[in-house]
């Protein structure tokens, strides 16, 4: 059972080009979200869908948008690179709304870095 | 300022002895609280959840005890043991709002 996957684990990227983040879960998880954790701090969210054909944002939405076409499948693209969107990104899932009983998984991360 | 924080960013313990990390939180209307752990490179982990309900659940070598009347969250280890090295993160939900993360603690178990 492969959970939550990310791809890519690691990402340099000039400022100003674009790019997406993929992510995929195959638990069948209505729930699903992305997260940067930016060095020795916690996760702060970008932004969430509970549902195919749902987005909403999250505390730190600026500079990224994603899409939600399915239930498997949650993107995120960085259209325009800054040196800001430099962190590790995390994607993740659960049932419904974080609960008891919807734990809430995460993916292993996707390093990003902008110079 | 963040609904949930932490109040040691670092925590180093003996092998063997037991761990105690604290979280803060200051939404009363919180329902639900988690700990993860976060290994280095790795994505956070499920550890315990808590409902607003009760004050106190036990997992395997890990406790979680909440006090309501000074929004208190706390996460102890029992027996702390080089694999319990990681970042442990507290976490609080409170309705239909997605899960908000304290700033996390860093264990380190000396051997």
């Known amino acids: 059972n492969a959970g939550v996957t990310q791809t890519p684990k690691f990402r340099i990227l000039k400022i100003g080009q674009s790019m997406t983040l993929q992510c995929a879960q195959d638990m069948n998880h209505n729930y699903m979200y992305w997260y940067r954790q930016d060095p020795g701090m916690g996760l702060k969210l970008i932004y969430y869908?509970?549902?195919?054909?749902?987005?909403d944002k999250g505390e730190v939405p600026n500079g990224y948008n994603v899409s939600r076409s399915t239930t498997e499948y949650f993107p995120l693209r960085l259209e325009l690179a800054a040196p800001s969107q430099t962190s590790v990104y995390f994607c993740?899932?659960?049932?419904?709304?974080?609960?008891?009983?919807?734990?809430?998984?995460f993916g292993e991360g996707s390093w990003l870095t902008v110079v | 300022g963040e609904s949930v924080g932490l109040h040691l960013p670092t925590l180093s313990v003996q092998e063997g002895d037991n761990s105690i990390i604290n979280c803060a939180y200051s939404n009363s209307a919180s329902d639900y609280f988690i700990w993860y752990k976060q290994e280095s490179g790795k994505g956070p982990q499920f550890i315990i959840d808590?409902?607003?309900?009760?004050d106190k659940r036990q997992g395997q070598r890990v406790t979680v005890l909440l006090n309501k009347t000074v929004k208190h969250l706390s996460l102890q280890i029992a027996a702390t043991q080089p694999g319990d090295s990681a970042v442990y993160f507290c976490a609080e939900n409170s309705g239909n709002t997605p899960l908000v993360f304290g700033k996390g603690t860093r264990l380190s178990v000396i051997a």
């Open positions: 993740a899932s659960s049932s419904s709304r974080s609960a008891p009983g919807n734990t809430i998984y």
């Open positions: 808590i409902r607003s309900n009760m």
């Open positions: 869908s509970v549902g195919a054909g749902i987005t």
